[in-house]
C-alpha cells in the first residue's frame, strides 16, 4: 500500500522553523511577509483552526495568533542550560538581542503574548536572583507600617472615623440625610460615640468642635467630675488654631480615645473599670491633701512659696500627688518625682532645655545648669486583664483608707492607716462563661497595674526586689543581662546584649564659664565613668498591684534610683555637649539682652537662676566618676582643687527619696570641729540638690570654694 504524500493542509513537522521551541531561529523580519498571513488573509482563518507555525495549532482569533504561554511550550521561569530563544507569533515580531547573547522577540501591537520577565529567566542586573516575594513582604509592611498612623484632621468624618477604629459607636453613620440636609448638618451637629459603659458627645460648629462631654453609665459625684476633666481634655485635643480646622490634627485625641476605649472594653466583664480607677483615686487624693496640710502646718506662714513648698514637698518625699486627667493625657497617675524637685525653683526660674522624653529639641543659646526639669516622674495606674487563680483581682472601692483620715504624727513612728475593701465578686453569667456554676459568684479576672512612666533602670538584684514586694513574678533571664550603667546610659548598645566584661566606662565633655576678680575663664570637665564593679541591670516597665499601699511603700527607692539615673543621665548623655550649661562663680558677670543674669558662688544657696553663655577654648579639668550600686548607690568624684596641687575625693550617696549624703570629702574639708564638718558635709549636700542634680556644677562649686586663693 503507498504512503500517501502530505497535503498542503497538513501539519508541518514537529522541527519546522516556526516552531517556539526551536532553538537559534528567530521570526522573520517585518520587511519579510509572514507565510501565515500570505496563506490565510485576514478574517478567513477559522477560529481553532491549525496553523503552519505551531506542531499543535495555536488557537486564532481573527488573523492574530494567540501565543502559548512558557507552560505550554514546555518551558519554565529557569532558562536551560542552551539559553532558549522565545519567539513572537509569525509577522508580528522584533527581534531584540540581550547583552548576555538571549534572543528575545518583542511582540507587535497585535500580539498578545507577555514577555518573561529577568526573574522568570533567573537574571538579576545585581548579579544575583531578586526574591520577588520578599520584596513584596517588605512592601506590604511597609504599608501595614502606615495604615492607621496619620489619624487624619479634625473635622465630623474624622472623630467619627477614629471612633470607628477604636471600636465605638456613633449616632451619625446610621442616619440618613437628603443633600439639603447634608449641606445644612454635615459639620453642625453633635456626634455622640459609645461604649459598654461610656458616652461621649463632641458638639460642632463648622467642623470645629465647641464642646465635649464624658458620661458614664454608672452615676456617682466622683466619676461626674472626672468627666469634666475629661471632657475638657479632649476639647483641648480637638483645638483648632486660628479657626482653621486643617490645621489641627486628630493624633492625641486618638490616643487618649484609645486609652478609654481599652478599659471600656476590660468593663464588659461585669466589672466597670472607669470605676475601680476612680475609687482608688478618691482615696490617694485625700492622701496627699492630709499630707499637704501637714507639711503646711510645718512650715511658717511667712514662708514665700508656701504652697508650691508644701506641693513639692509631698511629691517628692512623702505619698506623691496623684492626678487625674492631666498632663494631656487621660487616666489616673501618682506623681512621685521630678527633677527640679528643689521647692525654692519655681517653674521660671528653671525654664530651661526639655528633655529627649518630652519629645522637644533644645533651644539654642537658652540651657541651663538644671538639665530635664520637666521630667516628672510618675505611676499611671491602669487596669488589666489576669487570671484570678494567678493574681489578685482589682476592687471597686473607695475606702482604701478611713472616714475620716487621721494621719499619724511624724515621731509616732505609726505608718499610714490603709484598710482591706470587701472583694469584688461578679455573677457567673456576666462574663458569659459557660463553665461557671450557676449561682455561685466569682471574682473578676482584672488587675491593677501601674505603668513606669518614664521606665526605671535597677540593679538586677534591686528590681527583682521591687517586684517581689508587690508579688510578681521574676523575670526569666534567657541570656546574661547587660550591666546596669550600659542599659542606663547606652541602651542602643545592651539591647543586643553585653558581653561579661570586667568593667563598662564611658566618657563627656561639659563647659563652664568661671569668673574670678572680673576676670573670665572657660573651663572644660572631661568626665570619665568607670563601673568596675559586674552589676546587671534590668529596666522596670511596669508593676502589677492589689493594693495601694504596695505602691507608696515602694515610692522611696522608686526616686533613689531615678535620680541616680538623672544625675548621670545629665552629665553623660547631653545631646549638646559640650557648652550645656555654666556657672559665674565668684563674681557677678555682666548681663546683656542675650543671656540670663548670672549669680555669685554664695548665691547656689539662694536658689538663683543659671545662665549659658557663649562657650570659647578653656581649661581641662579631668574627672574620674566611679559608680557603685550596692549597698547604697555612691558615686565617687576625683578632680583637682583650682589654683591648687591637692585632689579632692568626694564620695555621694543617693539615699531613698533621693537625698544626698557626702561620706567622704578627701582634699575639701581642711580644718574645722567634727561639729563644723558635718554642718559644711550637710551644705555640700544641700548645694547638689539646689543645683537639680548637675553633678559638673556642684563639682565647679567645690573645686572654686577649696581654692587656697
Known amino acids: 500500500m503507498a504512503t500517501p504524500t502530505p497535503s498542503s493542509g497538513s501539519k508541518r513537522p514537529a522541527g519546522s522553523g516556526l516552531t517556539p521551541s526551536h532553538f537559534n531561529q528567530s521570526s522573520p523580519p517585518r520587511s519579510v511577509p509572514s507565510p501565515v498571513a500570505a496563506r490565510h488573509p485576514a478574517g478567513k482563518t477559522p477560529i481553532n483552526h491549525p496553523t503552519t ?47 548576555l547573547g538571549l534572543h528575545i522577540h518583542t511582540p507587535a501591537l497585535g500580539g498578545a503574548a507577555m514577555m518573561p520577565t529577568m526573574s522568570d529567566l533567573g537574571l538579576s542586573t545585581a ?42 459607636a456613633n449616632d451619625i453613620d446610621a442616619e440618613k440625610l437628603t443633600a439639603e440636609e447634608k449641606e445644612r448638618k454635615v459639620g453642625n451637629r453633635p456626634i455622640s460615640t459609645a461604649g459598654n459603659t461610656i458616652v461621649i458627645e463632641v458638639h460642632l460648629k ?6 465635649v462631654q464624658v458620661m458614664y ?7 461626674e467630675e472626672q468627666g469634666e476633666k475629661a471632657g475638657k481634655l479632649l476639647l483641648n485635643d480637638l483645638k483648632v488654631a486660628d479657626g482653621v480646622a486643617l490645621n489641627a490634627k486628630l493624633d492625641r485625641f486618638a490616643a487618649n480615645l484609645e486609652s478609654l476605649a481599652r478599659l471600656d472594653r476590660l468593663s464588659a466583664g461585669g466589672v466597670n473599670c472607669f470605676e475601680a480607677l476612680s475609687g ?9 491633701e492630709q499630707e499637704k496640710g501637714a507639711a503646711r502646718a510645718g512650715m511658717k506662714a511667712s514662708v514665700p512659696d508656701i504652697e508650691e513648698k508644701t506641693e513639692t514637698e509631698v511629691l517628692c518625699k512623702k505619698s506623691g500627688k496623684p492626678v487625674a486627667h492631666e498632663r494631656n493625657r487621660l487616666g489616673v497617675e501618682i506623681l512621685y518625682w521630678h527633677e527640679s524637685r528643689h521647692a525654692g525653683i519655681s517653674k521660671d526660674k528653671a525654664a530651661g532645655t526639655k528633655t529627649e522624653a518630652d519629645g522637644q529639641k533644645a533651644n539654642d543659646g537658652d540651657t541651663t545648669a538644671i538639665q530635664g526639669n520637666d521630667t516628672t516622674f510618675a505611676l499611671r495606674i491602669e487596669a488589666e486583664s489576669s487570671s484570678a487563680g494567678l493574681y489578685p483581682s482589682l476592687r471597686v472601692a473607695d475606702t482604701w483608707l478611713p ?91 545592651a539591647a543586643h546584649g553585653q558581653p561579661n566584661i570586667a568593667s563598662f566606662t564611658t566618657s563627656a565633655e561639659q563647659d563652664f564659664l568661671s569668673q574670678r576678680d572680673g576676670q573670665e575663664n572657660v573651663v572644660r570637665h572631661n568626665y570619665i ?46 545631646q549638646n555637649a559640650p557648652s550645656t550649661s555654666s556657672a559665674a562663680l565668684n563674681g557677678t558677670a555682666p548681663t546683656n539682652g542675650n543671656s540670663r543674669d548670672h549669680f555669685k558662688l554664695d548665691d547656689l544657696l539662694q536658689q538663683s537662676p543659671i545662665s549659658q553663655p557663649p562657650v570659647q577654648n578653656g581649661n581641662n579639668v579631668p574627672v574620674n566618676i566611679a559608680l557603685a550600686t550596692a549597698p547604697t548607690p555612691t558615686l565617687g568624684l576625683i578632680f583637682p582643687i583650682l589654683d591648687s596641687e591637692r585632689i579632692a575625693n568626694i564620695s555621694v550617696q543617693i539615699l531613698p527619696n533621693a537625698d544626698f549624703a557626702i561620706s567622704t570629702h578627701e582634699g575639701i574639708l581642711q580644718s574645722g570641729t567634727a561639729d563644723d564638718q558635718g554642718e559644711k ?19 565647679e562649686w567645690l573645686r572654686t570654694t577649696s581654692s587656697p586663693s
Open 529 to 574: 565613668l568607670d563601673s568596675v564593679k559586674l552589676d546587671w541591670g534590668f529596666k522596670v516597665e511596669e508593676l502589677p498591684f492589689s493594693h495601694p499601699r504596695q505602691l507608696i511603700e515602694l515610692l522611696p527607692t522608686l526616686r533613689q534610683w531615678a535620680c541616680v539615673g538623672s544625675l548621670l543621665k545629665a552629665t553623660f548623655n547631653r
Open 217 to 223: 453609665s454608672v452615676q456617682s459625684k466622683a466619676l
Open 280 to 288: 482608688l483615686y478618691s482615696s490617694l487624693r485625700r492622701l496627699y
Open 206 to 211: 463648622n467642623q470645629v468642635p465647641q464642646n
Open 403 to 493: 472616714y475620716p483620715l487621721e494621719l499619724p504624727s511624724a515621731g509616732s513612728g505609726e505608718s499610714i492607716p490603709w484598710q482591706e475593701p470587701p472583694l469584688t465578686f461578679i455573677a457567673p453569667d456576666a462574663t458569659g462563661n459557660l463553665m461557671a456554676v450557676d449561682g455561685q459568684q466569682h471574682l473578676p479576672d482584672l488587675r491593677f497595674v501601674a505603668m513606669l512612666d518614664p521606665p526605671l533602670v535597677m540593679p538586677y538584684q534591686t528590681a527583682l526586689n521591687v517586684l517581689a514586694a508587690v508579688g510578681a513574678p521574676q523575670p526569666q533571664a534567657m541570656t546574661i543581662p547587660p550591666q546596669y550603667a550600659a542599659l542606663l546610659l547606652r541602651p542602643e548598645v
Open 53 to 99: 507555525s505551531s506542531s499543535q495549532g495555536s488557537k486564532t482569533l481573527g488573523s492574530t495568533p494567540l501565543v502559548r504561554n512558557l507552560s505550554q511550550t514546555g518551558n519554565t521561569s529557569s532558562p536551560s542550560a542552551n539559553m532558549l530563544s522565545f519567539g513572537t507569533p509569525s509577522g508580528l515580531g522584533i527581534e531584540g538581542t540581550t547583552p
Open 127 to 168: 548579579g544575583g536572583k531578586r526574591n520577588e516575594d520578599e520584596e513584596r513582604r517588605a512592601k506590604m509592611r511597609k504599608v501595614l507600617r502606615k495604615i492607621g498612623t496619620p489619624k487624619g484632621r479634625v473635622s465630623e468624618e474624622g472623630i467619627a472615623r477614629v471612633s470607628r477604629r477604636v471600636g465605638f
Open 681 to 699: 558635709t550637710r551644705k555640700m549636700a544641700r548645694a547638689l540638690e539646689v543645683c537639680g542634680g548637675d553633678l559638673g556644677l556642684w563639682i
